[in-house]
DNA sequence: ATGAAAGCGCTAACAC
DNA sequence: GTGTTAGCGCTTTCAT
């Protein structure tokens, strides 16, 4: 048997293979005639295209790849969904690679380990070092997603970590707190959300004539929800004073604002929550929580383009991307 | 230039291009010192395997497809998440499509419109009728998964939901509720989620000799967070008494549990809430949420290793997966 | 354990 | 508008 090809469909169409190539690549030039032939063939043969066939032949495969640490959580999951939209407007298909934020996973895929099989890579990289990057031997055009801002020989975009978690802190301060529990503090390694999100909030504070105070300040910790509940359990058993929480994600935060409610503390009178963002679950809890959206749309939007840009010209110059995250004033604070 | 292929690699490393291709293709009696040469030559050349060419020499792509109306919803997010962990321990790599539930992309889908680019398909289809299944042109293996059993050409995963919902009804009847809010209740389409769970509720409620009661059952109405509280502030304003709610997934079980939080219900001393499907946040809520676990992962794995089945072997006889849930009882009721 | 040669099914250049 | 031809870079017999 063996599934038909473009050959048979000619022949069965009376017209030639390239006639059926320029039919299925769009080109519009074709006698009406010849179309309806031509679909007729193809139904009659139930022929489909050999997309392999066609990838060797044009050196591309219109597939890009998407790798992050997971997709489950709501932020990734709500990322990748941007990005495969992204892509399928341009026609792009997406390959999801999950890493678990494995630096041997992450490297080899800049090392294309798995050979090449994408026309580009689309990184969210956690472990990797900038010497890690640089050390990349991958030949098809690659755009970096993250925090760290990596500025080297990849396109590379990002959030305004700094300003974001300054303007929140700003919105605190201005609702009258001073006793701001900061979840997800690490000042370990410099260009990381937490330590980026911690200086904007330093500076806010700073700024407003208020000092950091050690026992606000908690972390390095996971930032998943149940740290974020057992981190307010512990400053209210330690007997801590603070009457906001500004947690690094938003995971971090709803799990502090559960554990608040559990305790009976009023939201936001007592105690003011505040995240980084904006998952979909944050417009949903109750009170809902006050954000920052950090243009997830944009983000892919543009990790996409540029890719599809450098997937058209070659040597263009590395880019930054900085998306600004917008405040979502909503209950909590 | 032009990026380096076996032959050059051959050359290099003084072997013959069939040697090169074993080498990758992990023939195990390759020498030790043959491999090295081969090695040295792959990185002195940066050579990268050229997929595309594989694929058309093999007829294999070594890639899926996994289709499903959404990514961002936390139910899909975990399930691509389980499909793409059990893909990549059988080597395969997953393509994901969004279909947004939309017919004319599920059945471009079936159809094959994209050309032959994958080995199989994964489908999670909510729209399609069975004719539109059946209608299949596509020439790779289908597994279908979903709430609507559909017997037919192609495999199918699925959940029991009639015996969840009359579990997780026996469970709220036996600690001694009888006035049931059910939420998300659609009979018009008999073998959907919606009327299936119904039935199992419906049976548990009539073997314990429990009426339907009209003024309980909620819905058609959007599975989504914002219909569960809405379907909830609803039947308090209209004076409904109910002393449980069961939400036909978690998404309505969730915007109930909020909405009675909201208006200072006690839950579950007043009004016990029950949900389906065991998304991660069901353990986060305060309190937490009892629910259907659907073996997401039992599931993901099933479908994929079905699919690696028929990619294995040809004429196998469509075969029916049930998962069966399992109640998961937690604070809520 | 390795080599030689024949395709896999398409695209792209160019001709008409 | 449509046809011809020469590859794209592998895998796969079949030999050795």
New binding site residues.
């Given amino acids: 048997m063996?599934?038909a090809?473009?050959?048979d469909v000619a022949r069965v169409a009376g017209?030639?293979?390239?006639?059926i190539?320029?039919y299925?690549?769009g080109y519009p030039?074709?006698?009406p005639e010849?179309r309806a032939r031509i679909e007729a063939a193809v139904a009659e043969l139930n022929y489909k295209?050999?997309v392999s066939?066609?990838n060797?032949?044009?050196?591309r495969t219109g597939t890009i790849a998407l790798a992050m640490p997971e997709i489950a959580h709501p932020y990734f999951a709500e990322l990748a969904q941007s990005v495969v939209s992204a892509a399928q407007r341009r026609g792009l298909n997406v390959v999801v690679e999950v890493t678990d934020g494995d630096r041997e996973r992450e490297l080899a895929l800049l090392r294309g380990e798995n050979g090449r099989y994408v026309d580009g890579l689309l990184l969210h990289a956690i472990a990797l070092t900038a010497d890690d990057i640089a050390s990349s031997t991958l030949d098809v055009p690659v755009v970096l997603i993250g925090d760290r801002v990596h500025e080297g020989r990849f396109d590379f975009v990002t959030v305004a970590n700094v300003d974001g978690a300054y303007e929140m802190t700003r919105l605190l301060l201005q609702s009258g707190r001073r006793r701001i529990l900061a979840l997800g503090v690490d000042r370990a390694e410099a260009d990381t959300a937490a330590a980026l999100r911690f200086a904007g909030y330093a500076r806010a504070l700073a700024e407003a004539g208020v000092g950091l105070a050690d026992d606000l300040l908690v972390g390095p910790l996971p930032w998943n929800r149940a740290e974020g509940a057992r981190a307010v359990a512990d400053a209210r058993e330690r007997g801590v004073d603070f009457d906001a929480v500004f947690g690094f994600n938003d995971a971090l935060a709803l799990g502090a604002l559960g554990e608040l409610q559990r305790r009976g503390v009023r939201v936001p009178d007592e105690v003011a929550v505040a995240g980084f963002d904006d998952v979909q679950e944050a417009a949903l809890t109750f009170p809902p929580l006050t954000t920052l959206d950090p243009g997830r749309e944009g983000i892919a939007e543009r990790a996409v383009s540029r890719l599809a840009e450098r997937l058209a010209a070659y040597d263009l110059p590395p880019e930054l991307f900085v998306a600004v995250p917008r405040v979502v004033r909503r209950a909590s604070a």
């Fill in positions: 063996g599934a090809t473009m050959a017209v030639s293979k390239k006639t190539s320029n299925f690549n030039y074709i006698r010849t295209l050999n066939a066609r060797l032949s044009s050196g």
